[in-house]
C-alpha cells in the first residue's frame, strides 16, 4: 500500500511569489490534513479536507489556502509569500470518520524556502 | 487558550537503558493523546495513542501513561535502541461525533541515544 506522497519535496521561491503544493494520501482515505513545520513554531495545524470540504481550519492567513480534488488528492496554496514561510509543509492523510480514527499518516513534506 | 505538549527539549539516554518522555497538557477535552516519532528528514510517524477515558497502553516497546489528575502524558520505551532517536511529539486530538477533528502538537522532545 504507497504511503502519503507529497510533491516536490524542495522548493525555492522569491517574496511576493505564489506556490502550490501537493499531496496523494494513502489509498481509502478521505481526509486529508495539512501542517507548516517551523523551528520556532512546531507543527501547526492549517487545514483539514474531508469529501472536497474544508472541515477544519487553524490559524493562519487568508493567504493559505487548499482544495481537495474527488480522489482526495489535495493542493495546498501559498499566496504573496513571506519569508516568514519558510518551512517544512506536511500533509497528513487519515480514513477521515468515525471515533477511533486517531492514526494520521504523514508524508516526508515539502520544503518551501522563501529567499 | 489550547496547550499541549509541554515538553523537556533533549532527552539522553543510554543504549539498553529505558527512556521516559513526559509531556504536560492543559485541555481537559480531548478525546485522544497520541505520541508520534520524527526522524531526521521524516514526517511524524504515529507510534501509540491513548483515550482520554483510560490510565495505560501497551504497545511493542513502548507504554503511554496518562494522569488526568495532573495533566500529565508519558512515553516510555523499553530497552532504547540507537534507531529510537528521533524527536518524539505528544499531541492531543478531539473527535466530536458529527464534526471535524484535527491534531494539536507539542513543541517535541529530541531523543540522543549513547552508545
Request: aromatic share 10%; charged share 15%.
Amino acid at each position: 500500500k504507497a504511503g502519503v506522497t507529497q510533491t516536490p519535496r524542495y522548493l525555492i521561491k522569491t517574496r511576493g511569489q505564489q506556490v502550490t503544493l501537493s499531496c496523494s494520501p494513502i489509498s481509502g482515505h478521505r481526509s486529508v490534513s495539512w501542517y507548516q513545520q517551523t523551528p520556532g513554531q512546531g507543527l501547526q495545524f492549517l487545514f483539514e479536507y474531508f469529501s472536497e470540504t474544508q472541515r477544519n481550519k487553524g490559524n493562519f492567513p487568508g493567504r493559505f489556502s487548499g482544495r481537495q480534488f474527488s480522489n482526495s488528492r489535495s493542493e495546498m496554496n501559498v499566496s504573496t509569500l513571506e519569508l516568514g514561510d519558510s518551512a517544512l509543509y506536511l500533509c497528513a492523510s487519515s480514513p477521515g470518520q468515525g471515533a477511533g480514527d486517531t492514526e494520521a499518516f504523514f508524508g516526508q513534506g515539502t520544503r518551501l524556502t522563501v529567499v | 487558550g489550547e496547550s499541549v505538549g509541554l515538553h523537556l527539549p533533549t532527552l539522553s539516554v543510554q543504549e539498553g537503558d529505558n527512556s521516559i518522555i513526559n509531556c504536560a497538557y492543559s485541555n481537559s477535552a480531548s478525546d485522544y493523546f497520541i505520541w508520534y516519532k520524527q526522524e531526521s528528514g521524516k514526517g511524524p510517524q504515529f507510534i501509540i495513542d491513548i483515550r482520554s477515558n483510560m490510565d495505560k497502553r501497551q504497545g511493542q516497546r513502548v507504554t503511554v501513561l496518562l494522569n488526568k489528575t495532573v495533566k500529565h502524558l508519558s512515553l516510555q520505551i523499553a530497552a532504547t535502541q540507537p534507531g529510537d532517536s528521533a524527536v518524539y511529539f505528544c499531541a492531543e486530538k478531539r473527535i466530536p461525533w458529527s464534526s471535524a477533528s484535527k491534531i494539536i502538537f507539542g513543541s517535541g522532545t529530541r531523543l540522543s541515544i549513547r552508545p
